[in-house]
């Protein structure tokens, strides 16, 4: 179950980047926090933002990602656990 | 307001950032509501595809290529001008042309312009002298070090690379002034870097 969900998640991870679908700014939140393990403070400081605006940056990547996955379970024919 | 919150705090403790409180009280939520563990397993899932796709990058990295990726991607010379004459829709090679005449014809005015004070004026080409003052943080990279963990590195002690490789590998990176020292002890403990030390500027070329 759980590896199924990865799987599903990185080809969910490659679609969206391959489309473009997250701008340059959710990618490098995503990856400063999920890659590098950063703090909410230094997210807020490497991008020059609110630490409000990092909160809603990984709120819409996450909302993003999602969907993503649900339109490709939904075309597989399974949708085991994924809630938005 | 509570899943709210929940919500806010989840990604911190899954990248393992979050204050020893919060992450008492996270522990405290996902005990009373045994659903929310769905979101935490998706979360940790996602850290790891993160973690998992990050392109790997030549060991044969060198300045200009390094340069570009931190900047981002900008267009060359031959592309801007290009992009220029376009605009006035010229062909480059036509446009080129023009910038060919207009110099030529410029030489020339140039030329009768000064011809008075010929004897006076004597110019002497003097070798450019650029060298970068410090202090600065003299980086070695790992040879298999990923060009998105050196870009990334290098973003979260807020330096920019302003010379190398040398001819052992060596990156010279500019930190924000009175950094340096933390953000050499930064970069020391990370495992894509060989040897960091503080430099007091680039050295000269002979």
Redesign the interface.
């Known amino acids: 179950m759980f590896e199924n969900l990865t799987e599903k998640l990185q080809r969910t991870f490659k679609n969206l980047r391959g489309q473009g679908k997250l701008t340059e700014e959710h990618r490098e939140c995503l990856h400063l926090v999920f890659y590098e393990g950063m703090s909410l403070a230094e997210v807020a400081a490497i991008q020059r933002c609110p630490e409000n605006t990092v909160k809603t940056r990984l709120f819409h990547a996450r909302q993003k990602i999602k969907n993503c996955l649900r339109l490709l379970l939904e075309r597989e024919g399974s949708a085991p656990g994924v809630e938005s | 307001m509570n899943n709210e919150r929940f919500?806010?705090l989840l990604?911190?403790y899954?990248?393992?950032?979050?204050d020893a409180a919060d992450r008492a009280w996270v522990d405290n939520y996902l005990a009373e509501h045994p659903d929310a563990r769905?979101?935490l397993?998706?979360y940790q899932?996602?850290?790891?595809?993160?973690?998992?796709?990050?392109p790997a990058v030549p060991a044969t990295i060198g300045l200009s290529r390094a340069m570009n990726l931190i900047r981002g991607d900008q267009p060359t010379l031959a592309e801007r001008i290009s992009a220029f004459f376009g605009n006035f829709g010229m062909r480059p090679a036509m446009a080129l042309s023009l910038v060919a005449i207009i110099f030529v014809q410029g030489g020339v005015i140039a030329k009768m312009m000064s011809q008075a004070h010929e004897d006076e004026v004597e110019m002497r080409a003097l070798r450019a002298k650029t060298v970068e003052e410090g202090p600065l943080v003299k980086v070695n990279f790992a040879p298999d070090a990923k060009e998105?963990d050196i870009r990334?590195l290098l973003?979260?002690v807020?330096g920019t690379l302003t010379g190398g490789p040398g001819q052992l590998g060596d990156y010279y990176v500019r930190v924000p002034a009175g950094k340096e020292e933390q953000a050499a002890a930064k970069l020391k403990g990370k495992p894509i870097v060989q040897a960091v030390e503080l430099a007091p500027g680039i050295p000269p070329r002979d």
């Open positions: 919500a806010e990604p911190w899954v990248n393992g950032s979050i769905a979101e397993t998706w899932s996602l850290q790891t595809r993160i973690q998992e796709t990050v998105s990334l973003v979260s807020r």
